[in-house]
């Protein structure tokens, strides 16, 4: 047990997705994994083990922001020994050609700020992500047929941001999207040399406002969390 998981020795997999959700978590668990069980629930924060086509996964929450990811991303890799780490989450489109519902693949995150930050003090450290996982989660997306988009995503640490110039800056240099906690997953998996990629569905988009509804959301993350599995387990 770690002061934020109530999980066993033993319970955690060492292939670990982590959406925000705590609640996306356990859907996750019910529909991609064969006989989940529960092996956290402290403070609300779920995570489930199973199985999926034989493989052990688990799928734990992680919050909202950068400073939430960072307790789990650390427990789970130095308590737990986790190994390979996916955050399967939402994200808001930046650029005309990327589409609600589609996938983004964030080979880089930048950041404004994140718990690591103070670490590099005036070095600007780029986290990227597994090259491995990155190409594996492409060819997925192919083959399942989702639109896919690869590149660098901006990871927020406001989610009510007031910074129209920034956001045009990003939109100017090729930005994707804007989530909350890829950079800082990016970060700690170079510090502890692990593997980590990020693969977002688009659910709003900052241009045009739309947005998908509550109730479409779990169909369209389905895909999401099919590439992320087959990019863990079937790189070769």
């Keep these: 047990m770690t002061f934020h998981i109530?999980?066993?020795?033993?319970?955690?997999?060492?292939?670990?997705?982590?959406?925000?959700?705590?609640?996306?978590a356990r859907w996750a668990a019910e529909k991609f994994l064969e006989n989940p069980v529960l092996v956290n629930e402290v403070r609300g924060?779920?995570?489930?083990?199973g199985t999926w086509r034989g493989h052990?996964?688990?799928?734990?929450?992680?919050?909202?922001?950068?400073?939430?990811?960072?307790?789990?991303?650390?427990?789970?890799?130095?308590?737990?020994?986790?190994?390979?780490?996916?955050r399967i989450g939402s994200a808001g489109a930046l650029q005309p050609h990327v589409k609600v519902r589609?996938?983004?693949?964030?080979?880089?995150?930048?950041?404004?700020?994140?718990?690591?930050?103070?670490i590099f003090k005036e070095l600007n450290f780029a986290p990227c992500a597994d090259f491995g996982l990155?190409?594996?989660?492409?060819?997925?997306?192919?083959?399942?047929?989702?639109?896919v988009h690869v590149g660098g995503i901006y990871s927020s640490?406001?989610?009510?941001?007031?910074?129209?110039?920034?956001?045009?800056?990003?939109?100017?240099?090729?930005?994707?999207?804007?989530?909350?906690?890829?950079?800082?997953?990016?970060t700690l998996a170079a510090r502890y040399q692990r593997r980590a990629l990020a693969a977002l569905t688009i659910s709003d988009h900052i241009l045009t406002?739309?947005?998908?509804?509550?109730?479409?959301r779990e169909r369209s993350f389905g895909a999401m969390v099919e590439v992320a599995l087959q990019a863990a387990f079937l790189e070769s």
């Excluded at 990155?134 to 989702?146: E, F, N, P």
């Design 209 to 216: 406002h739309e947005a998908l509804p509550a109730d479409q």
């Design 157 to 186: 640490d406001t989610f009510y941001d007031e910074r129209q110039d920034l956001s045009d800056q990003l939109q100017r240099h090729g930005t994707l999207c804007v989530e909350m906690e890829a950079a800082e997953l990016y």
């Design 6 to 24: 109530g999980a066993k020795p033993g319970d955690i997999a060492e292939t670990v997705l982590l959406p925000g959700d705590p609640y996306r």
């Design 134 to 147: 990155l190409s594996a989660a492409h060819r997925a997306a192919l083959q399942i047929g989702v639109p």
């Design 56 to 86: 052990r996964v688990t799928i734990h929450g992680s919050g909202m922001g950068m400073p939430s990811l960072s307790i789990y991303a650390n427990e789970l890799i130095r308590d737990y020994g986790a190994q390979t780490l996916i």
């Design 102 to 118: 589609d996938v983004v693949l964030a080979q880089t995150a930048s950041t404004n700020g994140s718990p690591s930050r103070s």
């Design 45 to 49: 924060m779920l995570g489930f083990t």
